[in-house]
């Protein structure tokens, strides 16, 4: 787990980039969340392990690197292999599973509504070559893959703290 505990950046697109707006609406996202979330060029992400509890994990968003446009979101803590709860922010509750796969190949992340009104979201972390990520988000049988590449963690006092 802890090959995957850094900051990886977007690079580019391995499906079609329509693919990403397709999954997000089949997960329940409405039309202008949606354009929001597919707005930034450059979104980063950053798993880290607790530093109060290190058996658990936080996967920590963000639209951009800085300025005013950039925006954080965090789920965790969370412990491989137990489910946790996230609320969505349209208030929708999550239950969501963080699992190591391939002999630490991979990194699936599900997500299952309660209520079972949105369907099943997955997103798999992969190792492709060159140290990079390919991220893969699946959703009622709409999926996208992008490549991430590794980068500098973002200087944030927030996320330290985690």
């Known amino acids: 787990m802890e090959a995957f505990c850094k900051?990886?950046?977007?690079?580019?697109?391995?499906?079609?980039?329509?693919?990403?707006?397709?999954v997000y609406k089949s997960w329940g996202i409405g039309f202008v969340p949606r354009k929001a979330m597919l707005a930034p060029s450059k979104p980063l992400f950053r798993i880290k392990q607790s530093k109060s509890e290190p058996a658990h994990y936080y996967v920590i968003n963000r639209s951009a690197r800085s300025g005013l446009?950039?925006?954080?979101?965090?789920?965790?803590p969370m412990k491989l292999d137990e489910e946790m709860e996230i609320k969505r922010p349209d208030g929708k509750i999550l239950k969501v599973t963080l699992k190591l796969l391939d002999d630490g190949k991979?990194?699936?992340?599900?997500?299952?509504?309660?209520?079972?009104?949105?369907?099943?979201?997955?997103?798999?972390r992969e190792w492709v070559e060159g140290g990079?990520?390919?991220?893969?988000?699946?959703?009622?049988g709409h999926k996208c893959t992008r490549l991430y590449t590794p980068g500098d963690d973002v200087e944030s006092k927030d996320d330290e703290a985690l």
């Open 132 to 140: 990079n990520l390919h991220v893969t988000e699946e959703c009622d």
């Open 7 to 22: 900051t990886f950046e977007f690079s580019s697109y391995v499906t079609d980039k329509d693919a990403l707006n397709e």
């Open 69 to 76: 446009t950039s925006i954080r979101n965090f789920q965790g």
């Open 106 to 124: 991979k990194l699936q992340q599900v997500m299952v509504h309660e209520k079972e009104e949105v369907p099943v979201m997955t997103v798999t």
